[in-house]
């Protein structure tokens, strides 16, 4: 499918399209009844309209920001015309005053609720799929022009996840690289890793063991939106990354197994670090919700889980849909098994995406950080989704 164009007007984002124009604007007592083409008409109230107009003594001209004192408006304050010159419409109130408002603005909110980019678009995948596609970047168009920038954030925004090859083997390079999305995610881990299996931190992930696929930081309370990898040197054996696609995993419960989509939608798993002076620890379901019920976040990580414990069934109706989402996980069907060479980065969405690791031999270092997820979607808006 295709990924639509969006901007920003007036801080709200929208998808470039032909803004429909205003057949008529008829002042009532309840608000201004906007009649759009297609005999759609639409009564935006009043004191809505004071709140959201576009003039500076309302919405500050540069930073976006409100500057309208909310609760001083009277609460009966009602308009008695309006006007539509160019795109543009004005609104006269009773005490004098007059506020404007984008033509594009109102079309907007025709219809009520939140503001919200598109959908985005995902291709849920398994081993077969991923493998065909193989998401990958070049590191020059990344640096050096937007447009590779963006096909580097819309292809993690697709498949979770996307390659970077040709990276000069540094951290410096490593680090410019990370900055091109957003500024660095600080953590007990610090804000960028250069490390090898030495057991450093509290974490498995400074050994050379098995890593099975899971998502960083369940101890928090708001999870690194995304992580990037980057293995600057390797003599040994062993060692491929792994990635699992956890939107397919929750795809594939719901669709043959809603009794354990439903456990691990429901029940609140604690997860724990303990180590390097820090106690940290949250809980949430292994899917997480939004309040339209739309699946946002898998988190999933067996080796940070805290102890909990349920009454006896539900426990051990826990374990079963634990069981049926490790299977699945742990299933090659569904993974993705690469080994990263030195020069390649590897960027993927932490709430989205399971990753593991082979056992290994020899040494080998690896560098990387954690980014916020706000800012990798904010990098999106700026750059205008295709």
Avoid at 14 to 30: C, D, G, K, N, Y
Wanted: hydrophobic share 40%; with cysteine.
């Amino acid at each position: 499918g295709i990924i639509p164009f969006i901007r920003s007007i007036s801080g709200i984002t929208m998808q470039q399209a032909t803004v429909p124009q205003p057949v008529s604007l008829v002042a009532t007592p309840e608000g201004l009844m906007v009649q759009w083409p297609l005999d759609e008409t639409v009564v935006y109230p009043w004191f809505w309209l004071r709140d959201h107009g576009h003039d500076p003594d309302t919405l500050h001209p540069v930073t976006q920001q409100r500057q309208l004192y909310t609760a001083a408006v009277a609460e009966d304050i009602t308009g008695t015309d309006a006007t539509l010159d160019n795109d543009t419409v004005s609104v006269r109130w009773a005490d004098g005053g007059e506020s404007h408002f984008p033509v594009a603005f109102l079309a907007r909110w025709r219809d009520t609720g939140y503001p919200a980019d598109p959908a985005p678009e995902r291709i849920l995948w398994d081993a077969g799929v991923i493998y065909r596609e193989d998401p990958v970047v070049e590191h020059d168009a990344v640096m050096h022009t937007d447009e590779g920038l963006r096909d580097w954030l819309e292809q993690v925004l697709l498949y979770g996840f996307c390659r970077v090859q040709g990276v000069p083997t540094t951290p410096e390079a490593t680090r410019q690289l990370a900055e091109r999305v957003g500024y660095l995610r600080e953590t007990l881990f610090g804000a960028f890793w250069d490390f090898t299996a030495d057991l450093a931190r509290a974490d498995t992930a400074y050994t050379n063991l098995e890593l099975r696929p899971h998502t960083d930081s369940t101890y928090s309370h708001d999870a690194p939106g995304l992580q990037l990898f980057h293995c600057l040197a390797f003599e040994g054996t062993g060692g491929e990354s792994v990635l699992v696609d956890g939107f397919r995993i929750a795809w594939e419960l719901e669709r043959n197994d809603p009794r354990a989509y439903r456990t691990l939608s429901r029940v609140r798993v604690p997860g724990q670090y303990i180590g390097d002076g820090a106690r940290l620890r949250a809980e949430r379901p292994v899917f997480r919700h939004d309040a339209d019920g739309k699946l946002v976040q898998v988190s999933f990580n067996n080796y940070d889980r805290a102890p909990f414990r349920l009454p006896d069934v539900e426990m051990a109706e826990f374990y079963r849909a634990l069981r049926a989402f490790e299977d699945l996980a742990n299933d090659p069907h569904y993974q993705w098994r690469y080994g990263l060479r030195p020069g390649e980065v590897l960027l993927f969405d932490n709430w989205r995406t399971l990753h593991g690791r082979a056992a290994y031999t020899g040494k080998r270092r690896l560098a990387g950080c954690y980014l916020n997820r706000e800012d990798f979607e904010s990098r999106l808006r700026v750059l205008g989704r295709r």
